[in-house]
């Protein structure tokens, strides 16, 4: 069937898919919509009959949800990269067009399909949809943040991302779409929208199946304390020598001070977020000493955000995280290896000597290669930093590695009050899942959280707070589908992206011959 929608029909249309989806993640978390935010973009893509203007219908969608979702984008560039309102909008503007063109390319992918078949460009929307996502998550250095999977809420359902990846999710939302589509798309329909509805059934059964068991906490939990100090981005943090600030060394010592009246059987966690100064680990004795003497003091195993430098003749900072041991030993430095383009360095693609950095705190931070886990009495940690969460399987290679319990350091301040923080943190909720690993989150000024490895959220701490979370969790060992094969079902997407386009690239060509 096809429908005679105007040009501005078409527009508003794909303007509200964008929305929808948008909307469907935090803040405000309408997160029903994300089951039938991709209906108008669908029906205006799969009836349209010319795939470039396809393109254009998708692409607007994409940059009003690009623009809609990463709104805080502009407030970032603003306060921390010195541009005025009006550049930081433009700035804005500009990412929201680069990113679009993945919403763009699948509006024409679907159009070109449904030239030949409704039918075939619906059932294949949900693949190319992943596959689209998976390549975001890769090219130009990467920008998984808000896939549609995230916006997938039922705790059931969220757990088949233990098989396949936050991109499962994804696919579930759109085919959810996609029968909603065909359903008022295609003939017969009474056949179709029953198969929907079985569709939904199905949906059903499986979130109830699914569901994880009460949370019932072990006696023999370990115990976890995370420090949110809440320390202005502008201000200096070094808890020794003429950078010492009052707000560093309270939050410290209260730290050290509350883990010290736990009386604990064994030595807990205490986690310090990524520093929003330079922490000279390796370089300042003074510190280094402190940290170390800070351990041994509290009888736990320290965590904490430092910056540390390469070998060589011209060393280059490393955006870095040490975990000391309660005696004072260093049992592990983790360099972060997903750097954040734009904010730690400026890739090459990126003009380099033209465009500069969000923040030259310290200069061009370098990549770090390698998964190393921290070895405890009790088990091994993983430990990733901030921007870092957002990539699936990064953070499974933790787990692959042997951690059993997933760290995540971060320092969420750059997003002010906007909804970036929810965010981030709805991405990590999903790492936990994927690799039924307990989530320990130590931020500056917010989220801090404990996570269970079903996705609970079992503590939260306050925003824009100085605050002391305390929590318990548990070193796992056993291993999901996901953290041993990765990407294989966002693989499968893409090799099912690749059949719908052969075998209508095929049709078009025999089509071609016989006339």
Not at 139 to 155: D, E, H, K, Q
Not at 376 to 385: A, E, L, N, Q, Y
Not at 483 to 501: K, N, P, R
Request: proline share 6%; net charge positive.
């Amino acid at each position: 069937m096809r429908f005679p929608h105007s040009a501005l029909t078409r527009v508003g249309l794909s303007a509200v898919s964008g929305a929808a989806l948008f909307l469907s993640l935090p803040k405000p978390g309408l997160s029903v919509l994300v089951w039938v935010a991709v209906v108008p973009l669908l029906v205006v893509v799969v009836t349209e009959p010319n795939p470039r203007r396809a393109f254009l219908w998708g692409y607007l969608g994409g940059v009003v949800f690009f623009a809609g979702s990463c709104y805080w984008f502009a407030s970032v560039v603003e306060n921390y990269g010195g541009l005025s309102r009006l550049s930081a909008l433009a700035a804005l503007l500009l990412f929201a067009l680069v990113f679009g063109i993945y919403f763009g390319i699948f509006g024409f992918v679907l159009a070109w399909l449904g030239k030949h078949s409704q039918v075939l460009a619906l059932a294949s929307a949900p693949v190319i949809w992943v596959a689209l996502e998976y390549a975001r998550t890769y090219i130009i250095s990467g920008f998984p943040w808000n896939l549609a999977g995230y916006a997938v809420t039922p705790l059931g359902l969220r757990q088949l991302a233990t098989l396949t990846g936050v991109y499962g999710l994804s696919f579930l939302a759109v085919a959810t779409g996609a029968w909603v589509a065909a359903s008022g798309l295609l003939k017969p329909s009474r056949s179709v929208k029953w198969m929907a509805i079985g569709w939904l059934c199905v949906l059903y059964a499986a979130n109830r199946l699914l569901l994880p068991p009460p949370f019932e906490q072990d006696p023999r939990s370990e115990i976890v304390y995370l420090i949110q100090p809440d320390v202005p981005l502008s201000g200096s943090s070094s808890p020794s020598g003429s950078t010492e600030t009052a707000a560093w060394r309270e939050m410290f010592e209260a730290g050290l001070r509350r883990v010290g009246e736990g009386g604990h059987p064994r030595p807990p966690l205490l986690i310090w977020p990524e520093s929003s100064a330079p922490l000279y680990f390796n370089r300042d004795s003074a510190f280094r000493n402190f940290a170390e003497n800070s351990a041994r003091s509290a009888g736990a195993f320290l965590v904490l955000g430092v910056v540390n430098f390469t070998e060589g003749n011209e060393p280059k900072p490393l955006n870095s995280a040490v975990m000391i041991g309660p005696d004072g030993r260093l049992l592990l430095e983790y360099d972060k290896i997903h750097l954040v383009p734009f904010g730690e360095y400026v890739p090459a693609w990126g003009f380099p000597n033209q465009v500069g950095k969000i923040t030259s705190e310290v200069g061009d931070f370098q990549p770090g290669n390698g998964f190393e886990v921290g070895q405890t009495d009790r088990g091994k940690v993983g430990i990733f930093i901030c921007y870092e969460a957002i990539f699936p399987d990064l953070v499974r290679r933790f787990a692959r590695a042997g951690a059993e319990v997933l760290v995540n350091i971060s320092n969420d301040a750059w997003f002010g009050e906007s909804s970036a923080a929810e965010q981030h943190l709805a991405m990590a909720r999903i790492r936990a899942i994927e690799n039924r690993r307990y989530l320990l989150r130590a931020t500056n000024n917010g989220i801090s959280a404990v996570i269970d490895p079903y996705g609970r959220i079992l503590r939260r701490g306050p925003r824009f707070e100085r605050s002391i979370l305390s929590g318990t969790f548990e070193y796992r060992k056993d291993k999901t589908f996901y953290t041993e094969q990765g990407d294989i079902f966002a693989w499968v997407c893409c090799l099912g992206s690749l059949l719908a386009l052969g075998f209508r690239f095929t049709w078009a060509r025999r089509s071609a011959t016989q006339a």
